[in-house]
């Protein structure tokens, strides 16, 4: 994955999902995903953020449609996100 999409590391770098984010079940993606895999998660999962994992399974930033689509198509982050919002 482009590490310049993706936000940069937490405040503790070995911090975990759980920690992170104290939900249910949390959606993620490894570091070595492509922006396609990225993008196929969010749809299938219907989320627009997916916490970025490590080997360790540490989290090591945030993904964000909006950071794909940018990087992707310039322009195209609006559009997606209406069309994600307005599927049932």
């Known amino acids: 994955m482009d590490r310049r999409i ?28 492509t922006a396609a895999d990225a993008l196929l998660m969010m749809e299938k999962e219907r989320v627009t953020t997916l916490p970025v994992l490590n080997e360790q399974g540490s989290v090591t930033g945030l993904l964000s449609l909006v950071d794909v689509a940018a990087s992707v198509m310039p322009g195209t982050a609006s559009a997606l996100l209406r069309e994600i919002r307005n599927s049932p």
């Open 6 to 33: 993706a936000s940069p590391g937490l405040k503790n770098p070995s911090a975990t999902v759980e920690e992170v984010l104290p939900t249910r079940q949390v959606v993620t993606c490894g570091e070595n995903d």
